[in-house]
């Protein structure tokens, strides 16, 4: 005869098995955990590019001269900005926001030209149209630098050969160019698998309950544990599955760089689809029926991962109270931990504190699930 | 005591002995139903008891309460001796629930197989059992066949199957054969008379008064409640009111006649006929009544369903 634990190995492979059953013969499981998330990642990562590209520019160029020329010409040469023609004064720029026909005009007034020469400080007007906040920000800073290196260039150009006293090397480190996919692809990745891993697992409590096989699998021996560890082993498995394959998708398609190692990268996403796979039990077993648990999960696991996590915003810039709830969100450290060891080559010597914080929070929701799953049928 | 028992080829008193289910002022309510409404009643080791009622009367509920798979408002179920929802007591039971409960997605061999793992069984010890029962129950040729494309009477045979493997002391089965073709109806009774003579202990529940004729006991379930309960000779024979089919006359207009009687305990159409129920002694003043409309009183012998209509009619009266 075996042991208990034997015999529980036994009902937990059992569980397992069947699970492993019901997923290979459901291809809407399969899509929605390998085809979804590709298909999202890819269109997400191309759609949701923050990086300056062709913004059209307005010129209204009332001066007319050699240095106004010049100024323009350093705005638009690197093609970030690109002009779409003149316009004769402010007002017309106003009229083009409108028309959607530029999002950003220059005004160089009358009189620039003489006022350089005349080393006056010169006014030079940017009108940004503010409707899209986070494209007028990226345009502000980015006409700000240009306008910077060009008011620098005239000054050397003045003084002669003279190195100005100060000067600001910046160096930007992991993501030179500042793309943006860099940035978002690790924080897609983090919410895709907390999307489906969440919904995969609320769906099969809710399921046993809804096809009435809950009653058959109390009235044996098979205990709770045993039913939600032999739920989250298939899952956990597909769940790496699809980690491995947004990763790789992240790597060819968007040119992610690799630079940790793939043992710290699999351990911090094993440790958060447990914790992400456990919060789609504790789901599923409190709703009992597949529609409110396909909400719930979605809900609890959607709007957190997408707002909470820095995956898009970032989470110095929340107010406190936002900050204080993002850190109960697993996608958070995931994003944080995937940023690492993708982009910084960080290693969980670094990233401790990230897989301490989702093994918390796996172990909890798991014990929750467990505990609020009553062995009762009413 | 050992030595006795042994002489007689019995086995030794396990730790819960006593009846093998036991329900005691078992209650319940749901919201504003009351599915359970002190219910009590006994089946001894070995018997095949019938629980017999009509929808609603909470037979479900009551299976449900000695599977252990409710909390109980009031009162105590106890199987083999031990609290009903005792662990211990799981290795030891099967049920084979009323609705489906088995995987669709699985094969017949497949659900099997899951059970097995599930009670443990050794792979040798399954293969064994699940050969037999696949001939008993005759679906041998369906081992690959998904559930969800099993006929009604070979899906309820699957699930007796599976809840079978484990070979259990105790069966409880919440209505088999709802559902099921009058052959396979036939078998699934033969079956369950085959394991009782093996020494298994059976609780059915069955709306058919049929098939109440073919328990050991039954106990007639009304509202949460047993009505009365015996061996069905002795039921019938028992019965003090008295049967007859109702012949001729306008349909309506007996009808009307029937429902204004008060010792009219039960009336049901029978084909063309009404079948009635009649208060002992009463039936010569009811044929007065009924002659004017050209309806006339034929005895016929009483059965099972008269004498349970009767009595729910009594109660709820």
Not at chain 1, 226 to 240: A, D, F, Q, S
Not at chain 2, 14 to 23: C, D, I, M, Q, T
Not at chain 2, 71 to 91: C, F, K, N, P, T
Not at chain 2, 219 to 227: A, D
Request: proline letters at 5%.
């Amino acid at each position: 005869m075996k042991g208990r634990i034997g015999r529980s190995l036994v009902r937990i492979y059992a569980m397992a098995a069947k699970e492993g059953r019901h997923i290979v013969r459901d291809p809407r499981t399969l899509y929605m955990s390998l085809g979804m998330p590709v298909l999202l990642l890819f269109l997400f990562g191309y759609g949701v590019a923050f990086d300056i590209d062709r913004i059209p520019l307005a010129v209204v160029d009332q001066d007319r001269t050699e240095s106004s020329r010049a100024l323009v010409h350093a705005l638009t040469a690197s093609r970030e900005l690109v002009s779409v023609g003149e316009l004769p004064d402010p007002a017309a720029a106003l009229g083009a926001f409108r028309k959607e026909r530029a999002v950003a005009a220059l005004v160089v007034e009358k009189g620039y030209e003489r006022a350089l020469l005349a080393r006056e400080v010169v006014p030079v007007q940017l009108l940004v149209d503010g409707a899209d906040a986070l494209v007028a920000n990226q345009l502000l800073a980015k006409a700000d630098a240009l306008v910077r290196a060009e008011s620098q260039r005239l000054a050397t150009a003045e003084v002669g050969e003279r190195t100005p006293p100060v000067r600001v090397k910046v160096w930007t480190r992991y993501n030179p160019d500042g793309r943006s996919a860099f940035y978002m692809v690790p924080g897609l990745a983090a919410y895709l698998l907390a999307i489906t891993a969440v919904l995969l697992t609320a769906l099969t409590i809710a399921g046993e309950w809804e096809r009435g096989s809950m009653e058959q699998l109390f009235a044996s021996p098979i205990g709770r544990l045993e039913i939600v560890l032999g739920k989250l082993l298939p899952y956990l498995g597909l769940g790496l599955l699809e980690f491995l394959l947004v990763v790789a998708f992240g790597m060819t398609a968007f040119d992610l760089p690799m630079r940790g190692s793939g043992f710290a990268l699999a351990t911090l996403g094993l440790v958060f689809l447990l914790g992400m796979l456990g919060q789609g039990l504790l789901v599923s077993v409190i709703a009992k029926n597949q529609t409110v648990a396909t909400q719930a999960g979605t809900m609890s696991s959607l709007l957190p991962s997408l707002l909470l996590s820095g995956m898009i915003f970032p989470i110095e810039n929340m107010p406190v109270v936002l900050q204080q709830i993002s850190r109960v969100i697993p996608a958070r450290y995931l994003v944080h931990g995937l940023r690492g060891v993708l982009l910084k080559g960080n290693g969980l010597d670094v990233l401790w504190p990230d897989l301490v914080a989702l093994a918390v929070f796996a172990v909890v929701v798991i014990g929750l699930a467990t505990a609020r799953f009553q062995r009762r049928l009413a | 005591m050992q030595e006795l028992h042994a002489a007689r080829g019995e086995a030794a008193p396990e730790a819960g002995a006593g009846p093998a289910l036991s329900a005691r002022g078992l209650s319940r309510r749901f919201g504003e139903v009351t599915a359970l409404d002190g219910l009590s009643f006994e089946v001894g080791r070995g018997e095949l008891y019938g629980l017999v009622g009509p929808d609603g009367a909470g037979k479900t509920t009551a299976i449900r309460a000695l599977a252990g798979l409710i909390r109980l408002d009031g009162g105590e179920a106890r199987v083999l001796g031990l609290a009903a929802d005792d662990h211990a007591v799981r290795e030891r039971v099967g049920l084979m629930p009323q609705q489906f409960s088995l995987y669709r997605d699985l094969s017949v061999g497949e659900n099997l197989r899951f059970f097995s793992r599930v009670f443990v069984l050794p792979r040798e010890v399954y293969r064994r059992r699940a050969e037999r029962l696949l001939e008993i129950t005759r679906l041998a040729p369906f081992l690959d066949r998904r559930a969800d494309a099993l006929s009604g009477g070979m899906y309820k045979k699957l699930a007796l199957a599976c809840a079978l493997l484990h070979e259990p002391e105790v069966l409880l089965l919440d209505e088999p054969t709802n559902g099921v073709d009058p052959v396979s109806r036939r078998e699934l009774w033969a079956l369950l008379h085959e394991f009782v003579h093996g020494g298994m202990t059976v609780l059915v529940s069955t709306p058919y008064m049929d098939e109440a004729e073919r328990c050991g006991r039954v106990g007639l379930m009304n509202r949460g409640r047993l009505l009365l309960e015996g061996a069905p000779p002795a039921l019938i024979a028992g019965f003090r009111d008295e049967a007859y089919e109702v012949r001729g006359g306008e349909r309506d207009r007996v009808e009307a006649e029937l429902a204004r009687t008060p010792a009219v305990r039960a009336a049901s159409p029978a084909g063309e006929r009404l079948r009635i129920v009649v208060a002992r002694g009463a039936s010569a003043e009811l044929a007065r009544a009924l002659a004017p409309l050209g309806a006339t009183l034929a005895p016929v012998t009483p059965d099972f369903e008269d004498l349970f209509l009767s009595r729910i009619r009594e109660e709820e009266a």
